[in-house]
């Protein structure tokens, strides 16, 4: 059975770091492009970032309103997808899932969420 | 940046009614399209993949159809448990993109 389980989140300053992680299981993890994917509460759903297979060298794309600030990694040994956020500012408030690219432009498996909340 | 706008934004209906949701693209994304279900509290779920095939396990009540940059996601017989909100994607380039969605209410 496929699981994505998100972990990590929690509350922040404005201004402040946090790492989120996203364990695998259920699948071969490395032959999967991986992307995070946000909801602000009562929003809809923002793409944040991919990060690719290591066959397109690990490459990693992001939206607009994270670049410069977030991270997408991976460690394919571990099973486990990361997103570190830097500067964090109060509109990065949200419920944050880790999601596999189906190799069918799609994304057919979502974690749990977890929720991350910037704020003094 | 493609924009996907999904009409109606909120639709009320009943049970065993057909209804039809569109997604529009701002250009050509081909069949890059992907519908979502997402109940409250719950994790988005992948319905249909590519304009209009269904994910496994996915009702058959539930049809994609489209191309290019008008594309519809229509239930043929609403259940109960489809009220919730519906979202489309386009997976051509980057940035990926999401519809506003639609939230599907019990009337």
């Known amino acids: 059975e496929v699981q994505l389980v998100e972990s990590g989140g929690g509350l922040v300053q404005p201004g402040g770091s946090l790492r989120l992680s996203c364990a695998a299981s259920?699948?071969?993890?490395?032959?999967?492009?991986m992307d995070w994917v946000r909801q602000a509460p009562g929003k809809g759903l923002e793409w944040v970032g991919r990060i690719r297979i290591q066959r397109d060298s690990y490459t990693t794309e992001y939206a607009a309103s994270v670049k410069g600030r977030f991270t997408v990694s991976r460690d394919d040994s571990k099973n486990s997808l990361y997103l570190q956020m830097n500067s964090l500012k109060t509109e990065d408030t949200a419920v944050y899932y880790c999601?596999?690219?189906?190799?069918?432009?799609?994304?057919?498996?979502w974690g749990q969420g977890t929720l991350v909340t910037v704020s003094s | 940046d493609i924009q996907l706008t999904q009409s109606p934004s909120f639709l009320s209906a009943s049970v065993g009614d057909r209804v039809t949701i569109t997604c529009r693209a701002s250009?050509?994304?081909?069949?890059?399209l992907a519908w979502y279900q997402q109940k409250p509290g719950k994790a988005p779920e992948l319905l249909i993949s590519?304009?209009?095939t269904l994910q496994n396990g996915a009702p058959s009540r539930f049809s994609g159809s489209g191309s290019g940059t008008e594309f519809t996601l229509t239930i043929s017989s609403l259940q109960p448990e489809d009220f919730a909100t519906f979202y489309c994607q386009h997976l051509i380039d980057y940035p990926i993109t999401f519809g506003q969605g639609t939230r599907l209410e019990i009337k």
């Open positions: 590519a304009v209009s």
């Open positions: 259920g699948f071969t993890f490395s032959y999967h492009h």
């Open positions: 999601a596999r690219d189906s190799h069918s432009h799609s994304f057919d498996y």
């Open positions: 250009q050509d994304i081909s069949s890059f």
